[in-house]
């Protein structure tokens, strides 16, 4: 689905302004500080409900306002939208993100995907070269929009490991009992072996469509209920599950983030992001 016009009033810099894209290729110039980043942000927010650059939403807010309002104009008429808020407007408890097509408010699950979209920047070199939650966000940002029951399961296991974590800080207070943990480790497992899946199936994608000599290597992290569970009340954390993957990238056998020149990651990522295309067309039908 193409997005033909975007509308932003109060999204960082830009106070009420609208942009309208060719279905071909579109170039958006400008000077530094001009917004050029901003009008990706705010696509890549209508694609996924998540900034690849604000840790908080109020980063999003128009100095001094209340709300942010962004707007798509799909192709096929549809208007997708994204209000967000401080988490108060005039005093009063509001939600941070409301999402909604054609004026009817959505959940997350029925409004990302509406969108498709594959981000390159400059920044991506850290998929290689950075930490492994950049690597995770990265798988993250992907596979929620090749299907609702990914970005069902991602959430519901978020939610379970920040319940069964204060639950293993409890044991260890001595306010909780280890029978308390076992609803949230059937969530874990349950949800957790939906996430490895996809994600394995997108690192056998990769592998297949990639050129000889550069291949994908997953470390995958399953949830094992019991096994340290000793160690995860001492810590107060759970040290298994998808929360802990990572994977590198290989070409001719070296590990890129280690041994690989500038040159060699940023083509690496280059091909990682042309698999990510291929992926969501694979999985989507679409474009």
Not at 63 to 82: E, F, H, R, Y
Not at 165 to 171: C, D, Q, Y
Not at 205 to 234: C, H, M, T
Not at 270 to 277: M, R
């Amino acid at each position: 689905m193409e997005i033909q016009k975007l509308f932003l009033e109060n999204f960082r810099n830009f106070k009420k302004s609208a942009f309208e894209f060719s279905p071909k290729t579109n170039f958006i110039l400008g000077p530094n500080k001009s917004g050029k980043t901003t009008i990706l942000e705010a696509i890549s927010l209508l694609s996924t409900v998540n900034s690849f650059r604000a840790e908080k939403i109020s980063e999003m807010i128009r100095w001094g306002k209340l709300m942010a309002n962004i707007q798509g104009q799909m192709a096929n008429k549809s208007l997708l939208q994204i209000i967000l808020t401080s988490g108060k407007i005039q005093g009063k408890k509001a939600p941070k993100k409301k999402l909604s097509i054609n004026g009817v408010e959505k959940k997350k699950r029925d409004f990302v995907g509406k969108l498709l979209s594959v981000l390159f920047r400059p920044e991506d070199i850290r998929i290689i070269t950075g930490s492994p939650t950049r690597r995770r966000d990265f798988f993250n940002r992907l596979l929620v929009q090749t299907g609702w029951e990914y970005a069902r399961s991602l959430g519901a296991y978020q939610k379970a490991l920040k319940s069964r974590n204060r639950v293993l800080e409890g044991i260890r207070e001595d306010s909780s009992q280890k029978s308390d943990l076992l609803f949230w480790d059937q969530s874990l497992d349950k949800n957790g072996e939906i996430i490895f899946r996809a994600r394995e199936a997108f690192v056998n994608f990769v592998n297949r469509f990639w050129p000889d000599g550069l291949r994908l290597f997953y470390q995958e992290s399953r949830f094992v209920a019991q096994k340290n569970l000793k160690k995860e009340i001492e810590r107060g954390m759970t040290l298994t599950g998808p929360h802990r993957d990572d994977f590198y990238v290989e070409k001719n056998g070296r590990d890129l983030s280690a041994f690989g020149s500038r040159s060699e990651q940023r083509l690496a990522v280059l091909n990682l992001k042309l698999a990510e295309i291929e992926f969501i067309q694979d999985k989507r039908e679409e474009k």
